[in-house]
């Protein structure tokens, strides 16, 4: 598993969702920094990663095992 690959199911999930994922933890910017870049309000972006946090952590099992070691670089 890939970084890339995590993107591309948080991009299934939500609008967005690689974008709001690589701002919040890479480059560290809040909701509302990160509402600013994407033109959505922060409320919509808590709900986006809200999503994206239940999404990851209903499937842990696939995401989180020794294959997938590109996930935690993401935190």
Same mark, same amino acid.
């Given at each position: +598993? #890939? =970084?890339?690959? =995590?993107?591309?199911? *948080?991009? /299934?999930v939500v609008?967005?969702? *690689? /974008?709001? +994922?690589? +701002? ?5 910017? !809040? ?8 033109? =959505?309000?922060? #409320? =919509?972006? !808590?709900?986006r990663l ?6 990851? /952590? *209903? !499937? %842990? $099992?696939?995401?989180? !095992? $020794? /294959?997938?070691? *590109?996930?935690? %670089? +993401?935190?």
């Open positions: +598993l #890939t =970084v890339e690959r =995590v993107y591309e199911h *948080a991009d /299934q609008p967005d969702g *690689a /974008q709001i +994922l690589r +701002l919040r933890f890479i480059e560290s910017m !809040n909701s509302r920094e990160i509402a600013e870049r994407i033109g =959505v309000s922060h #409320t =919509v972006v !808590n709900r809200t999503r994206l946090m239940a999404y990851f /952590q *209903a !499937n %842990k $099992k696939y995401f989180c !095992n $020794k /294959q997938a070691s *590109a996930f935690y %670089k +993401l935190y």
